[in-house]
């Protein structure tokens, strides 16, 4: 049973869409991290975001976290080959002790 | 960033055999290192947390007797899968967060094991 359930599961889009990945749980983190990771490596950190409603942008990729501090989104636009990577969301406990990732998003962007 | 290193790449195994699996952070102390499996195109399953000269700390379901964790220095970590069976196969991943850098994780770069 995953903690953090990620949607879509498998996303194959055309260069130059938008897309939207998103994070949920029914649990409150402290803090929530979005990683990408290529296939045989380990995961890659692209941010960490801390406070309800925060906003970050990097590039051309914003991420956002719930008020609430139970969800995130991760929405990239004009999507290039490039971000093609498996994008995981991760939790992480009060303390710090624990972190849960979510259950992942496969993106393929074609040329 | 910081680096973990993670050794080896990969490994393969003969059933019944067991394998240490290696985590280093280089430049940090980390106080904390957790080890994650991995199954194809699936997200990482939070093996063990381990805490520097304390025991590890299994999530449930992992059994301790099996996949054995050491963490006796704040630089070193290791898995040691042990009496491995075809079904162990699949991409170890650790990760280590201390040394000022709060609550980053930094990650190996993973150990694909098979198993015959």
């Known amino acids: 049973t995953q903690l953090l359930e990620q949607s879509p599961q498998f996303l194959s889009i055309q260069e130059g869409e938008n897309l939207t990945v998103y994070c949920n749980s029914s649990?409150?983190?402290?803090?929530l991290q979005w990683y990408r990771q290529e296939p045989g490596e380990g995961p890659v950190l692209l941010v960490t975001?801390?406070?309800?409603?925060e906003v970050k942008k990097l590039k051309r990729l914003t991420f956002q976290f719930g008020d609430a501090r139970k969800d995130s989104s991760l929405h990239i636009t004009a999507a290039q080959p490039g971000d093609t990577g498996l994008y995981l969301c991760?939790?992480?406990?009060?303390?710090?002790?624990?972190?849960?990732f979510g259950s992942g998003t496969k993106l393929n962007v074609k040329p | 960033g910081a680096v973990v290193s993670q050794h080896p790449s990969w490994v393969i195994c003969k059933s019944g055999t067991s394998v240490k699996i290696e985590c280093r952070s280089l430049?940090?102390?980390?106080?904390?290192m957790f080890w994650y499996r991995q199954f194809p195109k699936q997200s990482l399953m939070l093996m063990a947390t381990?805490?520097?000269?304390?025991?590890?700390?299994?999530e449930q379901g992992v059994e301790k007797d099996k996949f054995l964790i050491n963490h006796a220095s704040l630089t070193l970590s290791t898995l040691t899968v042990t009496s491995a069976h075809p079904e162990d196969s699949s991409f170890y991943i650790c990760?280590?967060?201390?040394?000022?850098?709060?609550?980053?994780?930094?990650f190996g770069s993973g150990t694909q094991l098979s198993v015959l």
């Open positions: 990760s280590a967060r201390g040394g000022g850098w709060g609550e980053k994780l930094f």
């Open positions: 649990s409150v983190f402290s803090s």
């Open positions: 975001v801390v406070t309800g409603g």
């Open positions: 991760a939790g992480a406990s009060y303390n710090f002790n624990k972190f849960y």
């Open positions: 430049d940090f102390q980390a106080t904390t």
């Open positions: 381990s805490n520097e000269g304390s025991k590890a700390t299994y």
